[in-house]
């Protein structure tokens, strides 16, 4: 059953072939046996997921399933679940039970989606390697001596190991996408605001944002028909109709026109990932689209500005960890200052210490103009520059990852290098556009290449139209790690 997609396992309930608690048994002994090896999930509670799958099973017997009732999910561990540990993957919050529920959360439960449990991370999301969790780093099915990407490293390898048959993701500055392309699945980031934020552990507000991950598109609509929506408490949710997700799936793509930045087939991407790529675009041009060069002229500058802009709005969010109200605190200081001081100091791991320095200097007397309102500004450009490109295309096309994934350790000395990797994904999460990864191939190590499509604002429908087209053309979605069986 870990093989069937959304759509498949739903029908399964619904024909009584198979209940919600077998379902879960089934992932939950899959996890047991491989999660040693690929330390994708933080926390499984497996009573507390029986019990969400009999409360589903009854709902079903009632008559009053939805969709996916019954169908389990994994979550992200920067999602507050209530009666769950929330961790962010940081000692920090190693012992945090959050008791209350993200809006996403409440959501998958009103659905009767059972929860498999709580998936690694980087340490609150800052990362593209899952390297900097406090629980150690998650290992990448496809080959245990890579990353998984990050910072949603967990949810992609779970759900590339059929350890849950989606699950749910941040992405701040790719991190949805960029681990979808090394873990060969599909993942969404959607228009800023189309998904509450509220429960979402807050990175760098003005650019978080939740989104699916699945293993194809048209899972990925049906679990945005589940988690979007407008969110009162969320002061950034849009207040928008109700959208179906999965009512342009089936539309031909005869006429599409597709944008090809020039800067993302410059230097800096690796020749077996172009390779894909370009078969890729054959095959959408195959299916009857047409390919349109363009040029986005600022892209070039997202990677400085959003490592201005992201630890300034992290350095804020961060400082209510303090060791006085909730989390970590160390256990001996000698008055408060010193509590505030060693608390931080060892509650918060290397990489989420220097994004906190790094944001407060940016934001600090004689700095802020220079840096932060001069980001503001460019941002302000690489978002005009999207605009500009979508009068002249209808979907934007190109690499998710200048490179596969890379192996365990081989940046971790090298923050730039690292911070490079997301290069095709940040000005996204800058413009606030919606966006998604697919997988198109392999590269030279065997390893997944990911393609990104990017849309306008609010053509989440558009963007899976087009890969789901793509994936009934293909089988690079369908294929599985080998050695997982």
């Known amino acids: 059953m870990e093989h069937t997609s959304l759509r498949g396992l739903a029908e399964l309930l619904k024909s009584g072939r198979a209940s919600s608690r077998e379902l879960c048994q089934d992932y939950l002994d899959r996890i047991?046996?491989?999660?040693?090896?690929?330390?994708?999930?933080?926390?499984?509670?497996?009573?507390?997921?029986?019990?969400?799958?009999?409360?589903?099973?009854?709902?079903?017997?009632?008559?009053r399933a939805g969709p996916l009732t019954g169908v389990p999910i994994a979550h992200k561990d920067i999602f507050c679940?209530?009666?769950?540990?929330?961790?962010?993957?940081?000692?920090?919050?190693?012992?945090?039970?959050?008791?209350?529920?993200?809006?996403?959360?409440?959501?998958?439960?009103?659905?009767g989606l059972p929860s498999l449990g709580k998936t690694n991370m980087d340490e609150f999301a800052m990362g593209s390697s899952n390297?900097?969790?406090?629980?150690?780093?998650?290992?990448?099915?496809?080959?245990?001596?890579?990353?998984?990407?990050?910072?949603?490293?967990?949810?992609?390898?779970?759900?590339?190991?059929?350890?849950?048959?989606?699950?749910?993701?941040?992405?701040?500055?790719?991190?949805?996408?960029q681990p979808a392309a090394f873990c060969g699945i599909t993942g969404l980031k959607p228009t800023y605001g189309v998904v509450s934020r509220y429960g979402l552990v807050a990175f760098a507000s003005s650019l978080d944002q939740g989104g699916p991950m699945a293993p194809s598109a048209e899972d990925c609509a049906l679990l945005m028909n589940v988690i979007a929506g407008f969110d009162p408490r969320d002061s950034t949710s849009l207040e928008r109709p109700a959208e179906d997700y999965t009512r342009l799936l089936d539309a031909p793509l005869q006429g599409l026109r597709i944008g090809l930045p020039r800067e993302y087939f410059a230097q800096g991407l690796a020749a077996d990932v172009a390779r894909a790529i370009e078969a890729a675009l054959a095959e959408f041009e195959r299916l009857g689209a047409r390919s349109v060069e363009l040029s986005l002229p600022n892209s070039a500058l997202s990677v400085p500005v959003y490592y201005v802009l992201a630890p300034a709005e992290a350095s804020s969010n961060l400082a209510r960890y303090d060791g006085v109200r909730y989390g970590y605190r160390t256990p001996e200081y000698a008055?408060?200052?010193?509590?505030?001081?060693?608390?931080?100091?060892?509650?918060?791991?290397?990489?989420?210490?220097?994004?906190?320095?790094?944001?407060?200097?940016?934001?600090s007397h004689g700095y802020y103009d220079a840096y932060y309102?001069?980001?503001?500004?460019?941002?302000?450009?690489?978002?005009?520059?999207?605009?500009?490109?979508?009068?002249?295309?209808?979907?934007?096309?190109?690499?998710?990852?200048?490179?596969?994934?890379?192996?365990?350790?081989?940046?971790r000395d090298d923050p730039i290098e690292m911070y490079l990797s997301d290069i095709y994904t940040i000005a996204v999460n800058l413009a606030g556009l919606p966006a998604l990864s697919i997988p198109c191939g392999f590269g030279a190590d065997g390893r997944p290449v990911g393609l990104q499509l990017?849309?306008?604002?609010?053509?989440?429908?558009?963007?899976?139209?087009?890969?789901?087209?793509?994936?009934?053309?293909?089988?690079?979605?369908?294929?599985?790690?080998?050695?997982?069986?």
């Open 131 to 177: 390297e900097t969790s406090y629980f150690g780093p998650v290992k990448n099915p496809w080959d245990p001596r890579a990353v998984p990407g990050g910072s949603s490293g967990g949810s992609a390898a779970a759900v590339a190991a059929r350890l849950a048959p989606a699950a749910t993701g941040t992405d701040t500055g790719g991190s949805i996408r």
């Open 335 to 363: 008055d408060l200052t010193e509590m505030y001081e060693k608390t931080r100091a060892e509650g918060f791991g290397a990489e989420v210490k220097r994004r906190i320095l790094i944001g407060t200097y940016v934001l």
């Open 373 to 411: 309102l001069q980001a503001q500004r460019v941002r302000r450009l690489i978002a005009r520059d999207f605009a500009a490109a979508f009068t002249q295309c209808d979907v934007i096309l190109g690499p998710t990852a200048p490179t596969t994934a890379f192996d365990l350790g081989a940046k």
């Open 81 to 111: 679940t209530e009666g769950w540990p929330t961790t962010c993957a940081s000692r920090m919050l190693a012992n945090f039970v959050s008791p209350y529920d993200a809006h996403v959360i409440e959501r998958c439960k009103a659905a």
């Open 454 to 485: 990017i849309g306008d604002y609010f053509a989440e429908a558009r963007l899976l139209n087009v890969a789901h087209q793509y994936q009934r053309a293909t089988d690079w979605h369908t294929r599985q790690p080998p050695a997982l069986g």
């Open 32 to 63: 047991e046996r491989l999660n040693p090896t690929l330390n994708a999930f933080i926390t499984v509670d497996r009573d507390r997921t029986l019990a969400e799958a009999a409360a589903a099973d009854h709902l079903r017997e009632q008559g």
